[in-house]
């Protein structure tokens, strides 16, 4: 299976279990879960085992979440992020654990915006919280939550294999 070219990326060892790495960031190509022989999946789940280990965290490539979806996702919320506050006001003055809540913050410590940021919180399950405006985020949104929701179910099956679990084990828990 060929792979997507990475700027610095590097195979680790040759193997074909899509184990390779980003800059030293382990990267797990989740299509070798899906479309591998055994000996590439068992591979890859060692891979994957050793990069929770080792790091705690790892790049993810072949997701199925498709470019075009995550474009348009990125796109609703600037256009969300750039409404007159009045329309999103109920949001921004929502708490930490209301199901929709929309802010900017930044770094006060730090020169400049550097670190500045706006988000969008959403609860998406099992139900999807979502704000009325703009009039497409909310069909965005649920599909975006659908497909990442798959995939945290893949990626947990995953986990659970490396761990010695049974695959449905963390997605229970879930």
């Known amino acids: 299976m060929a792979r997507p070219h990475q700027p610095g990326c590097e195979e680790n060892g040759g193997d074909s279990s899509g184990a390779y ?3 030293g960031i382990p990267v797990v190509d989740l299509d070798v879960f899906a479309n591998g022989d055994a000996d ?7 891979h994957l085992g050793r990069a929770c280990a080792d790091w705690g ?3 993810v490539i072949n997701h199925g979440v ?9 796109d609703a919320c600037k256009e969300l992020f750039s ?8 949001y921004m003055e929502a708490g930490p654990m209301d199901p929709i809540r929309v802010g900017t913050g930044f770094n006060s410590a730090v020169d400049g ?12 399950h099992p139900e999807l919280h979502c704000p009325a405006k703009p ?3 909310r069909e965005i949104a649920a599909e975006y939550a659908a497909r990442t929701r798959g995939l945290m179910l893949e990626l947990t099956t995953v986990i ?3 761990l010695g679990l049974d695959g449905g084990r963390i997605a229970e828990a879930l």
Do not use: C, H, N
């Open 113 to 124: 915006a550097r670190y500045w940021r706006d988000y969008l919180k959403m609860f998406a």
């Open 57 to 59: 965290f790892f790049m």
């Open 66 to 74: 498709p470019e075009s979806l995550q474009g348009a996702t990125m």
């Open 135 to 137: 009039a497409d985020l």
């Open 160 to 162: 659970s294999e490396s």
């Open 40 to 46: 590439r999946r068992s591979e890859a789940i060692r």
């Open 21 to 23: 790495s980003v800059d």
């Open 83 to 90: 409404l007159p506050t009045e329309e999103k006001a109920e």
